[in-house]
């Protein structure tokens, strides 16, 4: 059974799983995926800046914030998971994009190697929801893990500064972190962080607290009423991402004034507690 489909979408061409429940199941309804999310990444970069992102699944962030960053700027893709960096592979290549570096591993606050989850293509999966392990398991893949510290300065020597760290790698945000400081600390880049899990929020927190964050919440839902594909009908009703904007103290940016309600003030806080 081929459960994968390609089409043209807002941002450009993109195969995805007919079968994912999220991300492809978006991209079939709306023709477009976390847009919220793209339209704030967009205003916080300029199109001559450079971006790394994280967990990068199949490319809906990556391919529109390469076609923004134009003017020079590049695009480091880390996918580790094979089933997503084989369509994210793809979807760079049929959008003829040359300012992506796709990188397949895992990022951590120690090199080493892990395991990730292999989805059954002929079952409807959360193929976002792929995470890594220390120890193997029956459909699992192994994987290399690196801390972005290592790749940038001792395996690939880049040496374009970073304007903005984006992270979605189911629980692992606390210690991608861990592993970047010499970066962050060399360009104070804005992080933009998942952070769903009321068990590990505290100490993401205080840690970037500790290296000159100032923190606010971002709560997308995952409906746009705004949508590509004019879509009236909300197949995530009452479904946010949860997420962190981080913007380092001795950065200069104008937020519009709604964005003090969302500002982290006490490590304790997290919206899946209460509302904020």
């Not at 989805?119 to 893990?145: P, R, T």
Request: glycine residues 4%; proline residues 3%; contains cysteine.
């Amino acid at each position: 059974m081929n459960t994968i489909k390609k089409q043209k979408f807002k941002h450009g061409i993109f195969s995805y799983y007919t079968n994912d429940e999220y991300i492809g199941k978006s991209l079939s309804e709306y023709g477009e995926w976390s847009e919220t999310e793209v339209i704030l990444l967009k205003k916080l970069v300029r199109n001559n800046e450079n971006i790394i992102e994280i967990g990068s699944n199949i490319g809906t962030h990556t391919i529109p914030l390469a076609k923004h960053v134009f003017n020079g700027g590049m695009v480091y893709a880390i996918e580790p998971q094979s089933q997503n960096y084989k369509l994210l592979s793809n979807n760079i290549k049929d959008n003829e994009l040359k300012n992506v570096k796709i990188l397949k591993l895992a990022i951590s606050s120690k090199q080493g190697e892990a395991y990730m989850n292999i989805f059954n293509e002929n079952l409807k999966n959360n193929y976002g929801d792929s995470k890594i392990f220390e120890n193997n398991f029956q459909n699992s893949e192994n994987v290399k893990v690196k801390t972005l510290d290592q790749l940038f300065y001792e395996d690939n020597n880049e040496k374009k500064p970073i304007k903005l760290i984006k992270c979605d790698a189911q629980g692992q945000e606390l210690n991608i972190i861990l592993g970047s400081k010499k970066i962050i600390n060399a360009y104070k880049p804005f992080l933009y962080l998942e952070n769903d899990d009321i068990n590990t929020s505290k100490s993401l927190i205080e840690n970037i607290k500790n290296m000159g964050y100032i923190m606010f919440w971002h709560l997308p839902p995952l409906y746009n009423q705004n949508n590509f594909l004019k879509n009236s009908k909300n197949i995530f009703p009452k479904i946010i991402s949860c997420n962190m904007l981080c913007i380092h103290q001795n950065t200069r940016i104008k937020l519009s004034g709604v964005w003090k309600r969302f500002k982290v003030k006490n490590s304790n806080d997290h919206p899946f507690k209460k509302n904020i």
